[in-house]
Structure formats: C-alpha cells, structure tokens
C-alpha cells in the first residue's frame, strides 16, 4: 500500500495559502505621531557606522547580482517587497534600477498592481512571487505548502539564493521605515516624474533640511562599479581570503555626510575612534554633556506611552498544512558566500562584544525585538543571549545558582516590559522600540526617535537602530526557512521559557534536522582550530554539512558546486548532471519518476530524495512509506 497522499490543491493555491493568522490585529500608531517630521536623522542613520553598513552594501549589492535568478527578477522581487513593506525609499530605488537595466516603465508600474504575482506567465517566478508575499511581513506566513510550492519548482541552493533576498530586503527596508532615508533629490525628481501614475509619494523620504539630504542612489553604474570592486578584491577560493573591501568610499558617496573613514577601535571597547571621546581609556567614551545635548527641541510632546501599550508577543505558530515540514537543513545556511560575507559582518558587528551598549542590554532590545516580529527560533536565541550574556560576567562561566531565578524573572518580564519594576525609564525607551519596530511594515515613529533622543546619546541611537535593523533581517531570513534551533538553545528555552506561555512553533524540529551547533559553540570551535593553525570552513561547520566553494569558474553568478555547466557562462540547470538542462529533462532530479509523475504524487521534481531522510523516492514508494514525510521512511 502506497501511502502517499496526493495533494489536490493546485500549487498556485499552496503558495498563497493563508498561513497562521493572528488573531489580535495591531493597533495604528496615533494620527498626530504619523505625520510628525523627523529631524537631524543624519547624525543617527545608521550609515554613520561605517563597518556596518558596509557590511549592508555588501550583502545588497551581491544577492542583487546575477545568480540563479538573474538580475532582473531579483529587483523585481525587491519591488514587489518593498511595496508589500511599504518602504518608499527602496521602491523609488528598485523602479529606477529595474529602467536602468532596460525594464520598460510599463512593467515597472505592473509591479504596483494587486494582482501582480497572479499575472506573471512564467510559472516558476509566479511561485516566487507568491512566496515573497508571504514571506516578506513579519509575522510572516510560511507554512510547509509554501515550502513544497518551491520545491515543486526550484532546487534547494536556488530556494537559499531566494530566502537571502528577502532577508536582506527586509533589513534595509526596515531601516527606511525605522528611519525615513531623506532620498536624494535626483531620485525624487525622477520617481516623482514616473512613479506618480502608480501612487508613489515621497513621503517622509523628502526633507526641509539639506544637511540631511542624501546626495546619491546606490544604483545603476554606481551598484555595478562596487560590485567590481568587491569581485576584484576577494578570493573565493581561499577560506583564508581576507574579506573584501571598498576602492571607493561608497558610505560617503551615497550619503554625503563625510563620515571618517577611520574605523580602528584603539582601546578596544567597542566604540570607533571617531566617535569615542577617550580613544586611549577602555573604560570610558562619551563625552560629559553627550547625551543631553541631543533632547528634543523644547516643547517636543512626550511619548504616549498609552497609545503604543498593546500584547505585543506574536507566537512562533505551526500552521496546518497538506504537506509535512522537511528537510529545511538543506537551505536554511546554504546561502551565497559572496553576500553572506555582508550578512555575517553585519550580526557578528552586535553579537560578539560590548559597543556603546552593553552586550546584555544588546541581547535585551533583540529579545523584545523578536516577541513582537513572530520569529520564535529569534525568540529562543534572544532569551538564551541574555542569559549567557549575564553568565559570562561570572568567574569560569558559571552564573550562581541563586542568581538563576532572579535573571529568569528578567527575561520573563520582557514578555510585558512596561509593567515591570525590573527596568529602568531609559531601558524601557529602547524596548518600546523595539516592540514597534518588530512587525514589518513597522509601527515606528519620529515619536520613538524623540523619546529614545531624552535618554541617549547619537551613537547609542545609532546602534539601537542598526541592532534592529540586523533584527529585521534575521526574523525573516529565520521565518522564510522555518528555521529549527540548535539543540542547546532550544532545550534551555523549552525548560525555561514555557512556563509564561511561550511555545516553539515550527522551530522544534526533528532530531536530524537540529544544527550541531549554538552560534556560541561554533565560534568557539572556529576560534581553537584556528589558534591550532588550521583554517575553518565557517559555512560548513555551521550547517554540518559540506558547502562548495563560491567558485564560478564562468562567471555566470552560480558557483560551480551548484553548476550543471561551471564552463558556460549561458547555461546552468542541470539538476542530475546527466547533460539535459532541466527545461529539457523529463526527469530532471533522475530518480527515475518523470516530472510529470512527481507532480502528481506530490513529490518534488527538483529532489530524488524529497524528505531527504536518505531514502529516495522510489524505494519509499516502492517500500509504501511516504517520501515528502521525514518521519516516516
């Protein structure tokens, strides 16, 4: 008996399937905050952290390029996505990219309709589209239906390259929305001149104040030259490469605001000579008088802590679905090496050390960060953070078992933060936030700009934002793959964290499918077997797994590792290497069920081995165990 169910949907209904819903909407910010002015954002936007946002540029302009997506449809996901987040900085920018690359007006405008995605003829981009829909709000809705529907269409690294895109997405549109980017008056003139017609308006992204102002669009040749130059400045090859590095000071091109270039921390304690007012003394930085002197203008409202008091904890939810979660291990770190580089820099920036916030208050601002954006394998390391970033305080490691109920009842109090007596008026500025910025499209205002501007200084602003920012990119990079926590993590979050309702959603996997490592272990690792002298394959440890080089022998964007033809720059799909690209293959994995067959089972023609629980697709049917169901083989 062949216990396989046949899945009567059609896939285009997998796609924009519905997903958990929430039952409790969010309340509107208030009106009055909505249209109040921001002001002075440059000197807090977080393009004053140079190695961060380079870190950004990196990640955006590498999984922007040509891959096994072209180019092209990249930046048309990124139009839809940012339409959907309500980014209007990052559509203005999309538009204008997508013309440069010789895109007519006509289609760019097609991206604005509500029936978009329905509207695409090619089937496999109509999927992607349908998933970035439901991908691309945080709570987002991904089920295991959505991660069949792109199976049924594209192979796993390729489903990676796709998940990378939306994340990284999501962080710079956060940061608009965060933030509102004073966009450049050329791209204003332009959008204005050609977007109009679909609705856009400049909104926040215009402002009255030159200083503010950005001089450039990173776009068009702009985004080609960089790419050159990272290209031109990296050794994929070489686990031992030093990372890339900008010929041209982009941070300044694109903004203006001639920020140092100069980023050496001398006394080592996180906070860049340029903005450390003791460069030579560990233990202090801020200048007498910093943070006062950036209050509000005088008679600037205070925050209505009322208006934004709401349940603000989103649970992880699995949601039902026709097809079982499986082997989500396969792209949930095989991303590009190239943008992973960005991506990596830009989190490694907050999670390895004490800046001008502390490594706890760091790991505090995430936790709520992530209650409130539904990404629960977040949830479980935001809460781990705190606690070992308390620990680490202590001789040997060790927090005193006295110590453990009071630092549990800490973490517990973030789950409702502003009735709690455990923190301060200051700490609560930046977890309101926090909470506001953790769905997307956010509910920030300038008013949370405002209230942060009474209790920190710039550089502390500019670090809660890109704290969030790096939030942002994580919560949906970790929803997109439907993530499964490490062991470690998930078991210290299970004995600790249920207790005030907290529940692991889709982030509880099975046994084979949980990563080997905490990211603290794997850093540790890393780090003794290079004081050993060896060089460690960071990607590879992480995931458990062998992942290929990022050699492109042909330069076409797809590694040679995941190329069915690494010597022709025109071709690459050839999923079983049997020399038939797969839109010729009628049996494209070659497990020898044709396409058409897998189809109709319902498993996936991209995959031999569908679950990947070792058993390929013949021998389970063969067997009548079910193949799209890891547990059962």
């Known amino acids: 008996m062949i216990r ?37 954002r440059h000197k807090i936007d977080v393009s004053n952290l140079r190695d961060f946002y380079e870190g950004i540029l990196i990640a955006d302009i590498m999984i922007h390029a040509d891959g096994m997506f072209d ?36 289609q760019v405008h097609a991206v604005w309709s509500s029936t978009y995605p329905e509207s695409v003829a090619d089937e496999r981009i109509r999927a992607a589209l349908g998933f970035v829909t439901l991908a691309a709000t945080n709570p987002a809705r991904v089920t295991g239906d959505s991660h069949a529907a792109l199976r049924m269409q594209f192979v796993d690294r390729q489903i ?87 010929e041209t000071d982009w941070v300044n091109r694109i903004t203006g605001y001639k920020i140092s270039r100069v980023t050496f921390d001398s006394d080592k304690d996180g906070v860049e000579d340029p903005f450390d007012h003791y460069p030579e003394d560990y233990l202090r930085w801020e200048a007498p008088g910093l943070a006062e002197g950036n209050l509000p203008a005088s008679g ?68 709520v960060n992530q209650l409130a954006s539904g990404c629960g394998h977040c949830q479980v390391h935001g809460a781990y953070g705190i606690y070992d970033a308390i620990k680490d305080e202590y001789p040997f490691d060790r927090l005193p078992p006295e110590q453990q109920p009071l630092v549990l009842e800490k973490i517990h109090a973030l789950f409702d933060f502003e009735r709690s007596s455990l923190f301060t008026e200051k700490e609560k500025a930046a977890f309101r936030i926090a909470r506001d910025a953790g769905p997307l499209p ?68 099975l046994p084979n499918e949980q990563r080997r490592w ?18 460690i394959d960071g990607a590879s440890e992480w995931l458990d797994m062998p992942v290929p080089l990022g050699v492109d022998s042909d330069g076409d964007g797809v590694d040679d590792g995941f190329d069915g033809y690494p010597d022709d720059p025109n071709r690459w799909e050839d999923t079983d290497r049997d020399g038939i690209e797969d839109r010729l293959d009628d049996d494209i994995d ?44």
Not at 81 to 97: D, P
Not at 596 to 618: H, I, L, M, Q, W
């Open 71 to 106: 180019a092209i449809t990249k930046w048309q996901i990124t139009l839809h996505q940012m339409i959907l987040s309500g980014s209007r900085h990052h559509q203005a920018r999309a538009a204008y990219q997508l013309v440069s690359l010789g895109v007519p007006i006509e």
């Open 300 to 367: 600037t409202a205070t925050f209505d802590v009322a208006a934004y008091d709401y349940p603000y904890y989103r649970p992880s939810v699995l949601a039902k679905a026709s097809y079982p979660l499986s082997d989500r291990g396969r792209f949930d770190t095989e991303w590009t090496r190239q943008s992973s580089i960005g991506t990596v820099s830009i989190d490694e920036y907050f999670s390895g050390t004490d800046r001008a916030l502390t490594l706890e208050m760091k790991w505090l601002i995430f936790f």
């Open 4 to 40: 396989v169910r046949r899945i009567l949907l059609p896939l285009f209904c997998l796609v924009f399937a519905t997903g958990p819903v929430f039952a409790q909407p969010l309340p509107e910010p208030p009106e009055d905050d909505r249209s109040l002015p921001y002001y002075d």
């Open 442 to 509: 956010t509910r920030t205002t300038a008013a949370h700009i405002e209230h942060l501007r009474r209790h920190y200084s710039d550089r502390e602003i500019q670090e809660i934002l890109s704290l969030l920012m790096t939030g942002g990119w994580l919560a949906t990079a970790m929803q997109s793959q439907l993530t499964v926590t490490d062991r470690l993590s998930m078991a210290w979050a299970q004995r600790n964290l249920t207790q005030v309702g907290w529940k692991p959603g889709p982030h509880l996997g």
């Open 590 to 633: 070659g497990d020898g069920i044709t396409n058409a067959n897998e189809v109709a089972r319902g498993t996936f023609p991209y995959k031999a081995d569908s679950d990947a629980d070792g058993v390929n697709d013949p021998a389970e049917i063969q067997a009548g165990t079910n193949p799209i169901d890891p547990r059962d083989f």
């Open 160 to 246: 990676a390259e796709l998940i990378e895109l939306i994340a990284i997405n999501a962080a710079m549109a956060k940061h608009d929305l965060m933030l509102p980017i004073a966009t450049d008056d050329k791209t204003l003139a332009w959008a204005e001149k050609n977007l109009s017609s679909v609705g856009w308006k400049p909104g926040h992204n215009r402002s009255s104040n030159p200083d503010e102002q950005r001089k450039a669009l990173f776009a068009g040749e702009a985004l080609q030259k960089a790419e050159q130059e990272i290209r031109a400045g990296w050794k994929p090859g070489d686990l031992a490469a030093l990372n890339p590095v900008f």
């Open 518 to 535: 905490h990211m603290t272990e794997v850093v540790e690792f890393g780090m003794a077997k290079m004081n050993a002298g060896e060089v």
